[in-house]
C-alpha cells in the first residue's frame, strides 16, 4: 500500500515538474512591454495627420486639454519649444512601424526618450489619452497640415 | 430716538436690495448658467467661458456665430443652440466685457 501511494507521489511530482517546465518555456509578453495601443493611443500611430492638424483639432473638439498643455508649454524655454516640435514632427514623419517602434522604445526604456528629462508631459496632448486621439483624429484631416499658428496660444 | 429708527431702517433696506457677494466670477458664471439648465461641471464651463474669450483675442474666432459654435460643441450632447448663445453672452459678460459688442454685431446682421 505504502509502495503504491509513493509511486503516485512520485508520479505527481515528474508531472508537475514537466508542467513548471513548460510554462517557464513559454512566457506570456511581460506587461512592460508595448502593445498597438500602448502606451502611445493606435489612432496616433496610425493617423496621417500631422502635429499640427492634431493640435488645431484638439483646439476646437478638446479645448481644455489644449489649454492645459499650452500653459505647460508656454512655461518652458524656447530651447525646449524648439526641441518639442522637432520632435514631434519626427515622429509623425515615420509610418506605423517606426511609430510602432517608437512606442516600444519608450515603453521599455526610460531612457528612450531623453526629451522626456526636460519636460516629463512634453508629448502629453498627442498620446497620454486614448479618448483625446479619438477625437482629434477623427476631425483632423480637416485643418491645415503646416500652420505653425497653432504653437502660439 | 427717531433719527436713530430711520437710520436702521436705511440700514435694514440696504441689506434686503443688496446684491449677494460672489466669491469669484466663476461662482457667478455657474449660477446664471443654472438659471438657463446648463450644468456640469463649474470648472470644466468656467474654462470654457474663458477659452471662448481667448480665441477671440487670438482671432480664431472671429464673430458670434463662430463663438457659440464652438461652445455648442464643448457643451453636453443635449444642448439647445438657445443654450450655446445663452452661455455665450453670460461668459462673454463675466471674463470679457470688452466683446460683448460681437452680440450686437451678431443682431445686426
Known amino acids: 500500500m505504502s509502495a503504491m501511494f509513493s509511486t503516485i507521489v512520485r508520479r505527481a511530482g515528474a508531472a508537475t515538474v514537466v508542467i513548471f517546465t513548460v510554462a517557464m518555456a513559454l512566457p506570456s509578453a511581460a506587461s512592460a512591454d508595448a502593445t498597438d495601443d500602448y502606451p502611445i493611443p493606435n489612432r496616433m500611430l496610425t493617423t496621417t495627420c500631422t502635429a499640427e492638424q492634431v493640435m488645431a483639432a484638439a483646439r476646437d473638439v478638446e479645448p481644455v486639454y489644449y489649454e492645459r498643455y499650452m500653459i505647460d508649454y508656454n512655461n518652458k524655454a524656447p530651447d ?74 | 430716538m427717531k433719527r436713530s429708527l430711520v437710520g436702521v431702517s436705511l440700514l435694514t433696506m440696504g441689506l434686503v436690495f443688496a446684491t449677494p457677494a460672489t466669491a469669484d466670477p466663476d461662482s457667478a458664471f455657474a449660477e446664471e448658467l443654472h438659471t438657463y439648465g446648463i450644468y456640469g461641471q463649474r470648472d470644466y464651463n468656467a474654462w470654457i467661458g474663458k477659452i471662448l474669450c481667448k480665441r477671440l483675442y487670438n482671432d480664431v474666432d472671429h464673430n458670434a456665430y463662430e463663438s457659440a459654435k464652438f461652445v455648442h460643441a464643448n457643451l453636453d450632447k443635449n444642448s439647445t443652440t438657445e443654450q450655446s448663445w445663452q452661455f455665450l453672452a453670460a461668459a462673454l459678460r463675466t471674463y470679457c466685457p470688452d466683446q460683448l459688442p460681437i452680440l450686437e454685431d451678431a443682431a445686426r446682421q
Request: aromatic share 18%.
Open chain 1, 80 to 153: 525646449i519649444h524648439q526641441a518639442v516640435q522637432d520632435r514631434i514632427h519626427w515622429f509623425y514623419s515615420m509610418d506605423f512601424a517606426g511609430r510602432r517602434a517608437y512606442s516600444e522604445e519608450i515603453a521599455t526604456n526610460i531612457y528612450g526618450e531623453s526629451l522626456a528629462f526636460r519636460w516629463p508631459n512634453w508629448a502629453k496632448l498627442f498620446f497620454n489619452n486614448k479618448g483625446v486621439a479619438a477625437h482629434t483624429t477623427d476631425i483632423c484631416n480637416q485643418y491645415p497640415s503646416g500652420d505653425m499658428s497653432v504653437w502660439v496660444w
